[in-house]
């Protein structure tokens, strides 16, 4: 079965920067997309960025462009979310998931449990 796990979630000031890492197994990492998404408690889930596993093609939302950066590396099945100058609108739970036709389409076909990441004023 498909397995996402996420990890690196936490409390972190404005500015500071946090890691977000997404273990996968239970499919062939080189053929899905992985993305990204959070959910603030009231609102939707959105999208945040996405990497197709295949050719390392990447996407971001415009709120979060030029601070987050997402990479993969395909031999231990993990993706990355690096997430720099955090703003306190960041706080969200953070969720990755798997896309099987290796594009970025909503929605997903499995999803991560999730991780907390808080920022303070």
């Known amino acids: 079965e498909v397995q996402l796990v996420e990890s690196g979630g936490g409390l972190v000031q404005a500015g500071g920067s946090l890691r977000l890492s997404c273990a996968a197994s239970g499919f062939t990492f080189d053929d899905y997309a992985i993305g990204w998404f959070r959910q603030a408690p009231g609102k939707e889930r959105e999208g945040v960025s996405c990497?197709?596993?295949?050719?390392?093609?990447?996407y971001y939302a415009d709120s979060v462009k030029g601070r987050f950066t997402i990479s993969s590396d395909n031999a231990k099945n993990t993706v990355y979310l690096q997430m720099n100058s955090l703003k306190p609108e960041d706080t969200a739970v953070y969720y990755c998931a798997a896309h099987q036709k290796v594009a970025c389409e909503w929605p997903p076909d499995h999803w991560g449990k999730g991780t907390l990441v808080t920022v303070s004023s």
């Open positions: 990497i197709s596993s295949s050719d390392g093609s990447t």
